[in-house]
């Protein structure tokens, strides 16, 4: 099947701040150029230091002028998104778009975070639900800002109780479950201050 492209016109983005987690690669690279090229500040929020300068130069191939950061971040890790919370809240500056982006799909074994929880769903819900919660005083320092989540076509898979699942693919159903469930939350309004 032939992908289409899509034409976006992106409001100029000047002096917005975006983070997005998964940019070096995919939706979140596309994302980031998408948001680079209307002008905006990227933090982009990543694992892999070297995958990330790829992305940048990647990048820059095509928005010379882009304004971009790399930030460590591991989703599957609550140290992770607690030091980099605390890193942005710490440079202080208010956060206008952040786009939950990052995720993995079915990893062949089961694995669990260094917390405890599932790998797919620790990373993919609860590792951005905390990202999101550590970011909020930044979010809402901002004049308009938005938060984005995304989620995979698993979710349309859903309908089993989580406990009845096993396998590696047990957990993509209920984890875009719980993400979709967040963001429809998201999106109903400004986050009461």
Not at 43 to 50: D, E, Y
Not at 82 to 91: F, V, Y
Not at 144 to 169: D, F, H, I, K
């Amino acid at each position: 099947m032939a992908r289409r492209q899509r034409s976006v016109t992106v409001p100029d983005l000047s002096g917005k701040l975006a983070v997005v987690t998964g940019s070096n690669s995919g939706l979140g690279l596309g994302l980031a150029t998408r948001l680079s090229a209307g002008g905006a500040d990227v933090i982009m929020a990543i694992r892999n230091r070297p995958k990330g300068e790829a992305a940048i130069e990647q990048i820059r191939a095509t928005v010379p002028t882009a304004k971009l950061a790399i930030k460590s971040l591991d989703l599957s890790s609550l140290a992770s998104v607690k030091a980099l919370g605390e890193e942005l809240n710490a440079e202080g500056r208010p956060i206008d778009i952040l786009i939950n982006n990052a995720g993995i799909m079915q990893p062949p074994d089961r694995e669990t975070t260094a917390d405890g929880f599932e790998v797919q769903f620790g990373g993919n819900h609860l590792g951005h639900f905390a990202l999101t919660g550590h970011l909020l005083p930044l979010l809402r320092a901002a004049s308009n800002p938005r938060v984005t989540s995304l989620s995979s076509l698993a979710a349309r898979m859903g309908g089993r109780p989580l406990r009845s699942q096993s396998g590696p693919s047990s957990t993509a159903a209920p984890a875009s479950i719980a993400k979709r469930v967040r963001a429809r939350a998201n999106s109903r309004g400004p986050v009461p201050g």
